[in-house]
């Protein structure tokens, strides 16, 4: 583990206490309701908060109850919810500014190649008044990672987007995730965001980590809050097979059989990650006869839990390796005589992989 720590701090009536064991690469979520702790422990891992306990980032020492480390000496990177660019500098020497700050021989990124990352070609010689909201969250991620930091620290840094520009942001943060090499946290309390980015996540309650692991494990655990929520979904890691020109469809594999989404066409092999709503997902015991089903895959009941809808199930379904959640009503439940180990078929509707 690159990044461990273990943090206590009290803030009126607020308590804080968390154990923290991060991956080496990847992004983890720091998920949870608002008030739970996500900025608090994310400040506590800049040392922007006083807590006690211990830190180690790639075995340096951060803070251990005899030495913290102050910020400023701190590799890492902080993007916060809104952009604090220099308004009165250019984009391009805004982000020379945290560029100049590193040694040369220090260095592991190179300035045109982050700027191209981020798609940010185009806007060097422009003041950050002249851009979007979306367009200064990307120049303020490149700044920070211009200053090459062993630690990708972002507190939402969507929260005070509108949809059109999350939707411009988000493929950016999705080509950063395959990019960098260095461990990320990401505060957030949008679910459909997280299913999109994490690959970990730590769940927060009430200043106590309630459970931490990969995502999709957490995700479809129904003895947590996440699986319950409205918007409710699993994750599906799938590659890419081929690309149907006629149909204008993309051929994914994911273990258990072969699905098709309406996507550009991608290169064979790659990796798509799939986030599927509960809700989206209908079980039938025999193979869809309708024409119109065109995502089908064989699946097995895992467990059958409550859900907080009156009237309705939550179904976990084991596809092949993989698990889908399907909230179901309880009288489909009930007609079909669901039990765990049953033998099923997982319909995804339509909306579901667009
Ligand atoms: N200086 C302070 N004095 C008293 N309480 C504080 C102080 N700072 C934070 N808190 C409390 O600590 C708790 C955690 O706050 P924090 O901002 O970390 O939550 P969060 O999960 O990030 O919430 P949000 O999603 O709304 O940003 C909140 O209940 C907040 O009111």
């Known amino acids: 583990m690159s990044v461990a720590g273990s943090f206590r701090l009290t803030r009126g009536s607020f308590v804080l206490e968390a154990e923290l064991k991060l991956p080496e690469r990847g992004v983890t979520a720091l998920f949870g309701r608002s008030g739970s702790g996500k900025t608090t422990l994310l400040r506590c891992l800049a040392g922007l908060e006083r807590s006690e306990g211990w830190l180690t980032v790639n075995g340096q020492r951060w803070q251990a109850p005899d030495h913290v480390l102050p910020v400023h000496r701190r590799p890492l990177g902080y993007v916060f919810q809104e952009a604090s660019l220099f308004p009165h500098l250019r984009v391009r020497d805004n982000l020379r500014y945290g560029y100049r700050r590193v040694e040369p021989s220090r260095r592991r990124v190179d300035f045109d190649e982050t700027v191209k990352l981020l798609g940010l070609e185009a806007l060097l010689e422009r003041h950050p008044q002249a851009l979007s909201g979306g367009q200064r969250q990307r120049v303020a991620i490149a700044r920070a990672l211009l200053a090459s930091p062993r630690l990708l620290l972002m507190d939402e840094p969507m929260a ?20 960098l090499e260095i461990p990320v946290v990401y505060v957030s309390h949008a679910l459909d965001e997280v299913t999109r980015l994490a690959d970990h996540m730590v769940l927060l309650e009430a200043g106590q980590v309630l459970a931490a692991g990969p995502l999709h494990e957490l995700l479809v655990r129904s003895d947590l809050p996440l699986s319950h929520a409205d918007n409710a979904a699993a994750v599906l890691e799938t590659r890419v097979e081929g690309y149907d020109a006629d149909r204008q469809l993309v051929a994914l594999t994911c273990g258990a059989g072969r699905l098709w989404v309406s996507r ?6 790659k990796r798509l990650r799939l986030s599927i709503r509960a809700s989206d997902v209908v079980i039938s015991l025999t193979p869809p006869q309708d024409a119109s089903v065109l995502n089908c895959l064989p699946a097995q009941v895992a467990e059958i839990s409550d859900d907080p809808h009156p009237g309705h199930l939550l179904v976990r379904l084991a596809v092949a390796e993989q698990m889908l959640l399907s909230r179901i009503p309880r009288e489909a439940s009930q007609r079909l005589a669901l039990h765990p180990g049953q033998q099923v078929y997982a319909q995804l509707r339509g909306k579901a992989l667009s």
């Open 160 to 179: 005070s987007l509108d949809a059109t520009s999350k939707a411009e942001i988000l493929p950016y943060l999705e080509r950063l995730h395959a990019y």
């Open 264 to 269: 550009e066409a991608a290169s064979p092999g």
